[in-house]
Structure formats: C-alpha cells, structure tokens
C-alpha cells in the first residue's frame, strides 16, 4: 500500500530565506505526486504535480519540486519565502489502479516571519 | 464557473443526531471523495465514487454513509454511530481514465461542530 511522509510538522523560515518542505513517498508501483497548499478554513488549491516526464515541476508561485525514485522523495521548494506562503502544505500520492484515490501526508505549517 | 460547492460552510449539531453534509460538483467529474480533516492528522479518506450508484469505503468509514445518484452529487450523512464527529470535512472530484488520477479539486470544506 502507498503512504507519504512530511518531516516536519511546523517549518519557520524568515522573508526571503529558502523554503524546503519534505516529502517521502512509500509506493510498489510508479506514483503520481501531488503538493496541495491549505490557507485556514478553507480548501485545497494544487500548486503542482508530477506524474511523468520530467522530474523537475514547477508549479504556482514560485514553487517546484524534484522527484527523485532512487530516495522516494518528492521536496517542495521555493527560492524566496513571501509572507503569503504562510498556510498548511500537503503533500499526496496516487497510484495507477483500479479504485485509486489520493493518500495525503500529514501536512507541514510554513510560517514566515519578518 | 466551474467548480466544486460545499453546503453549509458551518454546521452545528446535537449529539445523537444524524446530519448531511452537501457536496455537488459541475465539472462533469466522474469520481468523487469525501475526506475528513482533524489538526495534525492531515487528510483522511471516508469514502470515494468512482461511477453513480457504486461506491466505496476509505480508511476511516465506519460512522458515515453515502450516496451517488447523480453524477454532480455525493452528500455524506454523519451518523449518531460516529464517536467523534466534529472534524473539517473536505469533498474533491477528479477525473479517472485508465484508472489515472491525474488531479483532485477540492471544495471550500464544511466544518460541522457537536455541541
């Protein structure tokens, strides 16, 4: 069965420092991977995805990630932290099958000081 | 616009009581999800719909039903048998070809409060 793992439950970074949000994926057959952004009391916006082709993806403000099989990760990254990047991060993972949906990580909270 | 509606966004509700959470898409999506958001425990799966009339249980089903009669429309009914209701609870579509979930949208959420 697959399952992802965030380390890091709460990551602090100041303005304009690098953002790097962790992602480990647990998958017997090639994923589709996902990072969702949540903002309070509200739903989930996709920031990008992977699912084949290039492991590079870049995804919406300014985010991307690398997906790398040889260490089942899936890092968010982002050059310069602003301080609307504070919200909840998900990261998800999809297999091709029958009946799939999508296996969510527990979440990482980025907060984004001054 | 195309999208995913939740309804209510707030709901209160007594214990014992039954109460059904609205979720109607118009993406002309054929799979649809119901998931259930607690603090530090990210999201969980309650159930999923492939096609209308069939669905299926997630990981945490038990206390929760569904229905899918119309392609646009999957409500969930929190019933008095689920020990610890009060959760956000998040409905997505997606399409499915092949067996491929290439991406989920998701609606704004339903938080339901016992009280």
């Known amino acids: 069965a697959q399952s992802v793992t965030q380390l890091g439950s709460h990551v602090s970074v100041s303005e304009g420092a690098l953002v790097l949000l962790r992602c480990n994926y647990s998958s017997s057959v090639p994923p589709y991977l996902f990072w969702y952004v949540q903002y309070p009391n509200q739903g989930l916006q996709l920031l990008l995805k992977y699912t084949t082709g290039a492991t590079l993806v870049k995804g919406i403000n300014g985010f991307e990630a690398e997906f790398k099989k040889s260490e089942t990760s899936f890092h968010l990254t982002k050059p310069s932290a602003h301080m609307s990047d504070a919200a909840e991060y998900f990261c998800?993972?999809?297999?091709?099958?029958?009946?799939?949906?999508?296996?969510f990580g527990k979440g990482t909270t980025l907060s984004v000081s001054s | 616009d195309g999208g995913i509606t939740q309804s209510p966004k707030y709901l209160f509700r007594k214990e014992g009581q039954n109460v059904t959470l609205s979720c109607e898409q118009n993406l002309n999506h054929d799979a649809m999800y119901w998931y259930r958001q607690d603090p530090g425990q990210g999201l969980r799966l309650i159930y999923y719909?492939?096609?209308?009339?069939?669905?299926q249980k997630g990981d945490i089903a038990e206390g929760y039903s569904v229905s899918r009669e119309k392609k646009e429309s999957f409500p969930l009914t929190v019933t008095s048998a689920q020990k610890n209701p009060t959760a956000f609870y998040l409905c997505a579509s997606s399409i499915v070809a092949g067996g491929e979930l290439t991406e989920a949208f998701f609606g704004q959420g339903t938080r339901l409060t016992v009280v």
């Open positions: 719909s492939q096609i209308v009339n069939d669905f």
């Open positions: 998800a993972v999809s297999v091709n099958q029958a009946g799939t949906a999508l296996i």
